[in-house]
Structures are given as structure tokens and as C-alpha cells.
């Protein structure tokens, strides 16, 4: 009997080179070890830089690219850009994905959203953590404003670091591997859990495992809780090996 295949819909910004590598990457890897397989389907929306202007000019074009994803007949859409739906005022991400789905209902085609943004605050959530510490390639303003939005969301930030990078073409070159060095410069004495890239275009994913195994906390990304939140959409069990401790397969 042949496996399921589902259609994985991403609504991403047209500088983005990331999430179209790393969200395949983890259900490729999925597929090694469960039936299910995949296929990816992307709408863009014009950004290069990471200023509050563009974002909004941005995540105002995202109901033509939920439109878009629902010609296509996807079985979910992820909105990977987790700032732009941040920049836009504490709890935006349910608003958001209200209005995005009912795009999707609106054509014929009712799919379930999930937004980057809500699935780091919710994946954080599911692992019980109450005080985290994340790294961020924003300039300070627009990391204090990340900062803000998680916290907004019952979730302490004892300590941040922002690389200060505004091309958002620069911070999908970045080696993901550095994050492990980088990670050293948190103050974790008071944290449940570490988010090591809270953005969905700085790469991570190479360095999610190692990181948590060195630092014996949990370890995310905004890549893998969108992965996490997309998978428990479809009701699929929300396992990929090597992807840190929220897609164990612990979290049902």
C-alpha cells in the first residue's frame, strides 16, 4: 500500500533561503523513519531588508500567498517569517492564522495555518519551559521586540543575543555550525531551554542536536517548532530523529 503523501505549503519572504531547505531537510528525515512522505510548495512575499517598513509591506502581501497555496490544495501552510508576524503587536500570530485560513475556506480549499511566530511560543510551551534564552540575527530594536512578544506569551527571556545583521540574504549565508561557539556567550543558569536561532532564516539546523547534547537543556529553533505545530496539524506523530528534544517523539 502506497504512503500518505502530504502537500507542505510555506508562505515565505522573497529573500528567504532557508526555510525551503531546512523544514524539507527535518521531514526527509522524518521519512526515514516513519511511512508518511512529502512534497513542498512556496508563495512569496517581496522583503530583502529587516526594517519594521518592509516587514509590514510584507506580511501584508501573505493573504495572495495563502491564496496562492490553497489553488495548490496543500494539507497545511506555514508563514515563516516569524518577525514580521512579531513586528505587528504581542498575539498577532492568532490573528494571522484566522485570517489566512479563512482565505483558504474562502477558496474552496480549508487548510490549516501555522505561523512560525506561534509555533516558537507554543513548541517552548510544550516542553514546559517558563525562562529561555535565545540568539537572533536582528538588530537590538527588533530583538528586544522579539524579546518582548515571547514574553507577552507567559515565556521569561533571562538573556538574548542579537548579531545586529539587516540583510536578510547575509544571514541565510551564515555557517550554522558557529552557533555552537555562539551559544557560550548565554547566560543559562536560569533558563529551561535554549532558542537557538529565533528566526526562520538564519540557519540552524546542523547544530540543534550538538548544541543540546552539550549543554544538557532543550534545544529549538523557529525551523523546528514549525515542524513540530505543522506535523500535529496533519495528526502526524511529531518525531524526527536528530532534531532536539521537541520532535523526539516525547510530545504528542
Given at each position: 500500500?502506497?504512503?500518505t503523501?502530504y502537500?507542505i505549503?510555506?508562505?515565505v519572504p522573497?529573500?528567504?533561503?532557508?526555510?525551503e531547505?531546512?523544514?524539507?531537510?527535518?521531514?526527509r528525515?522524518?521519512?526515514?523513519v516513519?511511512?508518511?512522505?512529502?512534497?513542498?510548495?512556496?508563495?512569496?512575499?517581496?522583503?530583502?531588508q529587516?526594517t519594521?517598513?518592509?516587514?509590514?509591506?510584507m506580511?501584508?502581501?501573505?493573504?495572495r500567498?495563502?491564496?496562492?497555496?490553497?489553488?495548490?490544495?496543500?494539507?497545511?501552510?506555514?508563514?515563516a517569517?516569524?518577525?514580521?508576524?512579531?513586528?505587528?503587536?504581542?498575539g498577532?500570530?492568532?490573528?494571522s492564522?484566522?485570517?489566512?485560513?479563512?482565505?483558504?475556506?474562502?477558496?474552496g480549499?480549508?487548510t490549516?495555518?501555522?505561523?512560525?511566530?506561534?509555533?516558537?511560543?507554543?513548541?517552548?510551551?510544550?516542553?514546559?519551559?517558563?525562562?529561555?534564552?535565545?540568539?537572533?540575527p536582528y538588530m537590538?530594536?527588533l530583538?528586544r521586540?522579539?524579546?518582548?512578544y515571547?514574553?507577552a506569551?507567559?515565556?521569561?527571556v533571562?538573556?538574548?543575543?542579537?548579531?545586529e545583521?539587516?540583510?536578510?540574504?547575509e544571514?541565510?549565508?551564515r555557517?550554522?555550525?558557529?552557533?555552537?561557539?555562539?551559544?557560550?556567550?548565554?547566560?543559562?543558569?536560569e533558563?529551561?531551554?535554549v532558542?537557538?536561532s529565533a528566526?526562520?532564516?538564519?540557519?540552524?539546523l546542523?547544530?540543534?542536536?550538538?548544541?543540546?547534547?552539550?549543554l544538557?537543556?532543550?534545544v529549538?529553533?523557529?525551523a523546528?517548532?514549525?515542524?513540530?505545530?505543522?506535523?500535529?496539524?496533519?495528526?502526524?506523530?511529531?518525531?524526527?530523529?536528530?532534531?532536539?528534544?521537541?520532535?523526539?517523539?516525547?510530545?504528542?
Open positions: 500500500m502506497p504512503a503523501a502537500r505549503g510555506q508562505i522573497s529573500s528567504n533561503t532557508t526555510m531547505t531546512e523544514i524539507p531537510a527535518l521531514l528525515a522524518r521519512e526515514a516513519a511511512p508518511e512522505r512529502f512534497t513542498f510548495h512556496s508563495s512569496r512575499m517581496r522583503m530583502k529587516v519594521r517598513e518592509e516587514l509590514a509591506a506580511d501584508d502581501a501573505s493573504e500567498c495563502a491564496l496562492e497555496l490553497s489553488d495548490a490544495a496543500v494539507d497545511v501552510m506555514g508563514y517569517c516569524l518577525v514580521a508576524i512579531m513586528s505587528r503587536g504581542r498577532y500570530h492568532r490573528d492564522q484566522r485570517r489566512l485560513h479563512e482565505v483558504s475556506v474562502a477558496n480549499q480549508p490549516p495555518v501555522v505561523s512560525s511566530a506561534g509555533a516558537l511560543t507554543e513548541g517552548l510551551a510544550t516542553l514546559g519551559a517558563r525562562r529561555v534564552a535565545i540568539i537572533t537590538p530594536a530583538t521586540m522579539v524579546v518582548n515571547i514574553e506569551e507567559g515565556i521569561r533571562v538573556d538574548s543575543i542579537a548579531l545583521i539587516p540583510d536578510n540574504l544571514v541565510g549565508r555557517d550554522p555550525m558557529a552557533l555552537v561557539d555562539i551559544v557560550r556567550r548565554l547566560d543559562l543558569r533558563a529551561d531551554a532558542v537557538l528566526c526562520v532564516q538564519m540557519p540552524s546542523a547544530a540543534i542536536q550538538t548544541v543540546e547534547d552539550g544538557g537543556l532543550p529549538v529553533s523557529a523546528t517548532c514549525t515542524v513540530f505545530q505543522m506535523l500535529r496539524a496533519l495528526d502526524l506523530e511529531p518525531r524526527v530523529p536528530g532534531a532536539g528534544r521537541l520532535l523526539s517523539g516525547d510530545y504528542r
